[in-house]
């Protein structure tokens, strides 16, 4: 089945102890990114990835790290979590760029809380 | 840079009633257009999107948009809700590029 995972799907934590959520594809698409999804906000984009190795900031990178080492994995790294970095994080793949009228594949959300 | 309005962070509607969530875009460049849907605990889903050409696009589950330049609005429609359609809806542009912008959503509520 073509899917996007995440894990952990739920996480809390305390501040500034680093973690990571992983995000995998099965759909071998070149595109991948993150977004953070906050009530009143809608979704904004952290990272995103046009390929392995190639990655570049969203529009809210602040406190945060990607690598995209292998084509389907593309982690999201927290080096000192923040409690303003609670939120419903989503990873999402597509075959090219969204500028190419390509349709993203959502993972199912992390719900990360920051204590 | 592209911006998303969505008009209305809630909308409730009867069964069987007209769905109209409303979207405006701004962008320095014909963008290209999409609605996502989500449903309660799940991920987004795309619901139709508008590359060129037809201006009225359809998508699944009997939802359209369309997309009028002069206004530079994407509105989505449905004729008739349905229980089923109770869910968030997010409009999203891209100008092309490899950044994709949503709005902030509309919380659809069908009444019985």
């Known amino acids: 089945e073509a899917q996007v995972t995440q894990n952990p799907r739920y996480l809390i934590t305390v501040t500034g102890k680093k973690l990571t959520v992983t995000c995998s594809q099965n759909m071998n698409h070149e595109y991948m990114s993150w977004y953070r999804q906050d009530p009143g906000l809608g979704l904004r984009q952290i990272y995103y990835?046009?390929?392995?190795?190639?990655?570049d900031k969203g529009d809210v990178p602040e406190g945060y790290k990607v690598s995209r080492k292998e084509k389907r994995n593309f982690p999201l790294i927290l080096e000192s979590p923040s409690p303003n970095q609670t939120s419903l994080y989503f990873c999402a793949s597509s075959l090219g760029s969204p500028g190419s009228y390509n349709e993203q594949f959502f993972g199912p959300g992390t719900r990360l809380t920051v204590l | 840079a592209q911006s998303v309005t969505q008009l209305g962070s809630h909308v409730s509607v009867s069964e069987g009633a007209l769905v109209l969530l409303r979207c405006n875009y701004s962008s320095s460049v014909p963008p290209y257009l999409f609605w996502y849907v989500q449903y309660p605990n799940q991920g987004l889903q795309l619901l139709l999107k508008?590359?060129?050409?037809?201006?009225l696009v359809k998508g699944i589950n009997g939802f359209e948009a369309e997309f009028k330049k002069s206004e530079t609005s994407f509105h989505l429609t449905k004729p008739s809700a349905h229980m089923s359609d109770a869910a968030e809806y997010f409009c999203a542009v891209s100008p092309g590029g490899e950044k994709l912008t949503f709005g902030t959503g509309t919380r659809l509520t069908i009444i019985p």
């Open positions: 990835s046009m390929n392995v190795e190639v990655t």
């Open positions: 508008y590359t060129t050409g037809a201006t």
